[in-house]
């Protein structure tokens, strides 16, 4: 799929104040600094369209990203990172589990999880309780560039089998790197594909 226009809608505390539309809307979740707004930005190809930072917590509101004017990336932040002080942590984590839970437009979920990790247990956690969820999702194995393929694939095949414990249906999966651009075609030709439904 073409990227034509791509813009910052609103950014938004909560779902209360988010934009009132129609569009359909493809969100990114996953832990703080595992390369969120750095996917936003390799799928439309504008640098600096989702902010990304090296440091961790960057992204602190819900952002709307309306692209080739029909539909919408949603730049959610991250779980997991502890120097957020105590008050607002808790906010978002209620603000971007309503967001997942409640947001009628969603249309899917990604979950980006770490290529260069064995599986961690906050995304475990997380995983588990999105399947409680009436929601449809899979997974991105960011930063393929850092490590082997082989890491990456043993990583990967780790993390399968330690979901099964706790889901019954298999995630599709995605791999992507910011820098080497694997990934780009893969999501949007599945973001492309879901629109067509
Ligand atoms: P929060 O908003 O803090 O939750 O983080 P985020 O998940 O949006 O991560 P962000 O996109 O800001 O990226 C975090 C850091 O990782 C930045 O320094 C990025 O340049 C780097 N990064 C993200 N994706 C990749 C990747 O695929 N490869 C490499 N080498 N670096 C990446
Ligand atoms: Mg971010």
């Given at each position: 799929m073409k990227i034509k226009s791509a813009e910052f809608e609103t950014s938004a505390?909560?779902?209360?104040?988010?934009?009132?539309?129609?569009l359909p809307e493809f969100a990114f979740i996953g832990r703080s600094n595992v390369g969120k707004s750095s996917l936003i930005n390799l799928l439309t190809e504008r640098n600096a369209l989702a902010k990304a930072s090296v440091?961790?917590?960057?992204?602190k509101l819900i952002n709307f990203f309306r692209i080739n004017t029909n539909w919408c990336l949603v730049d959610l932040p991250g779980y997991g990172?502890?120097?957020?002080n105590r008050e607002d942590r808790a906010d978002f984590n209620v603000a971007v589990a309503n967001y997942i839970e409640k947001r009628d437009v969603l249309v899917h979920l990604f979950v980006l999880i770490d290529?260069?990790?064995?599986?961690q247990k906050i995304d475990l956690e997380f995983l588990n309780w999105l399947s409680t969820i009436d929601v449809a999702f899979s997974l991105v194995f960011t930063k393929?560039?850092?490590?082997s393929m082989n890491a990456v694939e043993s990583n990967v095949a780790l993390f399968k089998s330690t979901m099964k414990s706790f889901m019954t249906v298999s995630p599709k999966i995605f791999t992507s790197s910011s820098?080497?651009?694997?990934?780009r075609k893969e999501i949007l030709d599945f973001i492309e594909a879901e629109l067509a439904r």
């Open positions: 505390p909560t779902i209360a104040s988010a934009p009132r539309w129609t440091t961790p917590g960057k992204t990172y502890a120097k957020v290529s260069r990790l064995t599986p393929t560039d850092k490590v820098t080497t651009k694997r990934g």
